[in-house]
């Protein structure tokens, strides 16, 4: 009987890493040219989360006859960028009595948790209390120790409803968001995230953020900017580290008396100027 000789081989070492060497080199040259496709439809992705959240949480108020409204997640420790929307909701004042002494105010107890603001006799200054305290200095100017009648705004509180986490490509920079087309931005705070509430009528009703933790009232048009991480230098020239000169960053803009919310791509031809891309956003 003659013998059957096999040619079989598998690879040796050698070619192996070749192989490996080789397609390594491949995926290097491929990946920049994939990420920014990436990239730009992940910050499509966002800007449509956002305007779906501001409309979902419209639509909760007028069918509750509460208001309702969104709280943009910190993702940094200066509160510049956010990444995480909740859904918030807003409950009725407290009232009740309570005591100064020596400049601090005694007699919300869990009232405080959550924080929101102070009110004493129904009338004058008002304080802010921080989360989760319940006494505490009060913020300036402080009354003569004795027995106030109080009324306490809490801030709008967490709902249990899920939040929507947007893209890990995708953020929406509060800093350049703002009130208004002449290019008013919010103030960032890591401690007092930004939110924003709607009225049962479907109105805009409050703005809180770092400069106005109590909130304020809300006559223009809001507009919040999303675009990648990370681009938040306003004095740079470079599109890769600032938004306002970046195309594929969008403006999610919201109309306060009717809750239209219009989306956007950025004027990457802007000069870095947020009031001219703000105009250009809602034309």
Known sequence: MSSVKNNKRGLTLIELLVTIMIMGIMIAIAVPVIRPPVDARAVKEAAQM?????????????????????????????????????????????????T?????????????????????????????????????????????DGNYDFQFYPAPRKSAAMPMQLPSRAVIDMGLSGL?????????????????????????????????????????????????????????TDPQENHLLDGEAIWVSLDPRTGAVKTVENASNNGGDIATARTWAIQ
Request: some cysteine.
């Open 50 to 98: 956002v305007s779906t959240a501001l409309a979902s949480a419209r639509t909760r108020a007028i069918e509750t006859g509460q208001n309702w409204g969104i709280q943009f997640e910190p993702l940094d420790t200066i509160g510049r960028q956010s990444g995480t929307l909740h859904f918030v909701q807003v409950v009725p004042p407290y009232t009740g009595s309570g």
């Open 100 to 144: 100064v002494s020596n400049g601090a105010f005694n007699g919300l107890g869990n009232y405080a948790n959550g924080g929101g603001m102070l009110k004493l006799n129904f009338q004058g200054s008002e304080y802010r209390y921080p989360d989760d305290s319940t006494e505490g200095t009060l913020s300036y100017d402080p009354p003569p």
């Open 180 to 236: 208004g087309d002449a290019g008013s931005c919010f103030t960032p705070s890591a401690a007092i995230p930004v939110k924003i509430t709607f009225k049962p009528t479907g109105e805009v009703d409050q703005i809180y953020h770092g400069a106005v933790p109590a909130g304020e009232d809300v006559i223009e048009r809001v507009h919040f900017l999303v675009g990648k991480p990370g681009r938040t230098d306003t004095s740079s």
